[in-house]
């Protein structure tokens, strides 16, 4: 009687467990059945903002569903990221990651999730660069000349920042620190008004968006001498990067990518990289590459997880070697 009970109990909780497996089956071959959101941890109107609805509304067409964006700006990118981090993992509440979510971990004391172990890679969708810029009336015409006028007269040369810890910021930076220069740091409250200041000649170089920069270079108000990517950007051909023209080994860039709660079931990851795969090879990415100076490419999880990885790492020693802190 005892082992008939027991192999009752047993059968039950195998159907049980069968039971479960079969619905968790059902709901990944189901998704999505509602929307998805990805949120954005900045201000509606940027350049992070913009990536994410483009590939919002493209993923929604491959999905068949609706795809929204929400902003939940503040805090540095925190508050949308924490959001995230304590949602359910089951892929309706995403995240598009940038740059500042690889340089949080080293500038703030702490940090209310995990950045490794909170989250689960899903697509590293684009990369981008900056552009190094000085005024067209600066006898400064190459990342050779900026190197020389800076070593020969220390302090006197100074660059415009618009945020601590931003990737214009720290791509000067890393500048100053392998170029063994100092470049007095000057911070403004946004791009538009540091590069006021450019133009007006009351400093002397920033780190730029192509957002920012592209139509003052076009126009002659602003003189670009090199892109900070490893290699030569197809939107800016002419123009080398500061490796080729003064400092090796210098590469600095920002970054999208998607990001999920950790747990997330890796089906529904593959999903949605696939998706995004798709999404970024449509005509409105196309345009967006040439205005905000991307480079597409919808990585796989395991090449975006192990990008992240080392994007936190190696901001870690520019970020301690200056002494940077936001307080």
């Known amino acids: 009687m005892q082992m008939q009970r027991n192999t009752r109990i047993l059968s039950a909780l195998f159907a049980f467990a069968a039971c479960i497996a079969l619905s968790s089956t059902d709901a990944i071959a189901a998704y999505p059945d509602r929307i998805i959101r990805i949120v954005v941890p900045f201000a509606p109107g940027g350049g992070t903002d913009v990536v994410a609805r483009t590939l919002a509304q493209e993923m929604a067409k491959d999905l068949g569903g609706s795809v929204i964006v929400e902003n939940k700006p503040g805090a540095g990118t925190i508050i949308g990221t924490q959001s995230v981090a304590t949602s ?39 990369r981008s660069f900056n552009l190094v810029v000085v005024n067209t009336a600066s006898p400064i015409k190459s990342i050779a000349d900026l190197i020389a006028a800076a070593r020969a007269e220390p302090d006197k040369l100074s660059y415009g920042t618009y945020g601590t810890g931003t990737s214009a910021h720290l791509a000067g930076e890393l500048f100053k620190h ?19 200041d450019l133009i007006g000649g009351q400093i002397q170089v920033m780190f730029t968006t192509v957002a920012s920069a592209a139509s003052l270079i076009e126009g002659g108000q602003l003189r670009a001498l090199a892109v900070t990517t490893a290699d030569r950007s ?40 696939r998706s995004a795969a798709k999404a970024v090879q449509a005509d409105a990415f196309k345009k967006l590459s040439v205005n905000e100076g991307l480079v597409l490419i919808a990585a796989p999880p395991q090449e975006f997880g192990r990008y992240y990885r080392s994007e936190v790492e190696r901001w870690r020693k520019v970020i301690e070697d200056a002494g940077i802190k936001i307080e």
Do not use: C
């Not at 740059?99 to 490794?116: E, G, M, R, T």
């Not at 007095?184 to 006021?196: C, D, E, H, N, S």
């Not at 920002?254 to 089906?267: E, F, I, S, V």
């Open 234 to 273: 197809p939107a800016f051909p002419q123009l080398p990067t500061v490796a080729e023209t003064g400092l090796p080994g210098f590469e600095a860039e920002t970054w999208y990518g998607l990001l999920a709660p950790a747990k997330t079931p890796p089906d529904i990851i593959d999903r949605l990289n």
């Open 178 to 196: 392998m170029a063994k220069v100092n470049l007095t740091t000057v911070p403004y409250k946004g791009a538009a008004p540091a590069i006021t």
């Open 88 to 126: 359910a993992p089951d892929g309706y509440t995403l995240l598009m990651g940038t740059f500042a979510n690889a340089v949080n971990p080293s500038l703030q004391a702490k940090l209310p999730y995990d950045a490794h172990h909170d989250f689960a890679a899903v697509a590293l969708i684009a």
